[in-house]
């Protein structure tokens, strides 16, 4: 997964690109449309990363005048490479790439259905070669430094969301209104938290201010001993930030471990989409860029979590068995799970990628098959050897894909229905983790 441009790849893509006309039809090289949680700080870092590669001299960062949009460039012996960054939600971003405007759709968001319907003919945005997760990001719910309340589920949040809980002494905290802070109707953060905690069951109180940038819901969040906002977790800056419980599952907080891994109930993908075998070479750079080792320390360096796999020793507390600190004890746990297209035993389209990140960590570090043990677990079954058996064989799957990849032998066992990390019927308890010995 390493990033690396030869002098001669260097040289045709800027003859490509400065041979392309800029008319008032065509006014940037590329445009990169949607999330503001992508749009506001990491694509620019990622285009500018690309930039410096492809071209030479320093990369100039302009305003078109327009509120979260920015234009990048770089000079060229045959002119200038610029790139155009709006920023303005998620759905926005669809509409543009659909009409062939932007290059690259950012969303904090997958695909919806419909969305993937209207342009079949054109692609397939659900595909290996259009849907590419460019970083994890946790959904930071927020609030007030001085806040008492450290934790809260799912099911409460949504409450508190909904206007059904208006006072923080409801909820162990002082006598004060709650007041909310909720991001716009075109954010795919807004549509993550709609799916994820709203669902069908609540609907977002009309109390609430809505926002446009996640930076500045985040800023007021912190000015108001009353509030409670959410936003994507490179936006916390002086919040409080609250550990989140789905189900019978404990409560976590956003971190690097338990969003690389998706763990944690809020943690999400973001994306960058493209047209498939239709996206512009340049645009085919940008997201190997992105995808790679270079591009995914810049994804760190943003304040999002990277998808390049390192090792922790996590913190097992009283509620993991036994068996389980047993069976780990001599191992580190890599930030990285793999999982599965939903309903189905195929693995989705970011584990298809983490399978060449595992073995390029191996490689990088002089590690062996011999080092890896995978665990698989299962969502609650009807009886519990079923789950056992689920289990045994997502692990075997990985292991039959990294076999595939060219990494044989990786030991490998199930741990059943337990331990979950969200409540039953949850579609993250069928996961499989990925230990390494420990040196």
């Known amino acids: 997964m390493s990033y690396s441009i030869s002098a001669a790849f260097k040289a045709g893509a800027l003859a490509l690109l400065t041979a392309l006309p800029l008319s008032s039809t065509l006014a940037h090289n590329l445009e990169i449309h949607g999330s503001n949680t992508v749009g506001a700080t990491l694509a620019p870092m990622l285009v500018t990363g690309h930039l410096e590669h492809i071209g030479s001299g320093a990369v100039k960062t302009d305003s078109t005048g327009v509120e979260n949009e920015k234009i990048l460039s770089i000079a060229s012996e045959g002119g200038t490479v610029s790139v155009l960054v709006a920023a303005h939600g998620s759905s926005t971003g669809f509409r543009t790439l659909a009409s062939g405007q932007a290059g690259i759709w950012a969303s904090s968001r997958p695909v919806k259905p419909g969305e993937a319907q209207q342009v079949s003919a054109q692609a397939d945005l659900t595909a290996l070669e259009s849907e590419h997760v460019i970083a994890i990001d946790g959904l930071a719910i927020l609030v007030h430094p001085s806040n008492p309340v450290s934790k809260m589920s799912i099911q409460t949040l949504g409450q508190v969301f909904a206007g059904e809980i208006r006072n923080w002494s409801e909820l162990g905290g002082p006598d004060r209104a709650i007041s909310l802070y909720a991001r716009d109707d075109r954010s795919g953060t807004w549509d993550t938290f709609k799916s994820l905690v709203l669902g069908k069951t609540y609907t977002l109180d009309s109390s609430a201010l809505r926002y446009e940038s996640n ?225």
Request: no cysteine; hydrophobic share 35%; proline share 4%.
């Open 215 to 439: 930076d500045q819901l985040s800023d007021d969040v912190s000015r108001d001993p009353g509030g409670i906002g959410f936003s994507g977790l490179a936006s916390v800056r002086n919040s409080k930030l609250l550990a989140i419980s789905d189900g019978n599952a404990p409560a976590l907080k956003p971190n690097q471990l338990t969003v690389a891994s998706e763990d944690y109930p809020l943690s999400r993908r973001l994306f960058m989409y493209t047209m498939g075998n239709q996206t512009p070479e340049f645009a085919r750079g940008l997201i190997e860029f992105a995808l790679g080792n270079e591009g995914q320390a810049l994804v760190a360096e943003s304040g999002f979590i990277s998808q390049n796999p390192i090792a922790v020793k996590p913190e097992l507390d009283s509620s993991v068995p036994d068996t389980f600190k047993r069976l780990t004890a001599e191992y580190q746990r890599l930030t990285v799970n793999f999982r599965f297209s939903e309903g189905r035993t195929k693995l989705d389209n970011k584990a298809q990628r983490d399978l060449l990140r595992v073995i390029d960590y191996l490689e990088q570090r002089g590690r062996s098959a011999d080092d890896l043990l995978l665990i698989g677990f299962a969502d609650a079954q009807s009886h519990e050897l079923r789950a056992q058996m689920i289990s045994e064989l997502r692990a075997l799957s990985v292991r039959k894909a990294l076999h595939q990849a060219g990494l044989p032998r990786v030991a490998y066992t199930g741990y059943g229905q337990y331990m979950p990390v969200g409540g039953s019927g949850n579609q993250r308890n069928g996961r499989v983790e990925v230990w390494i010995r420990a040196r």
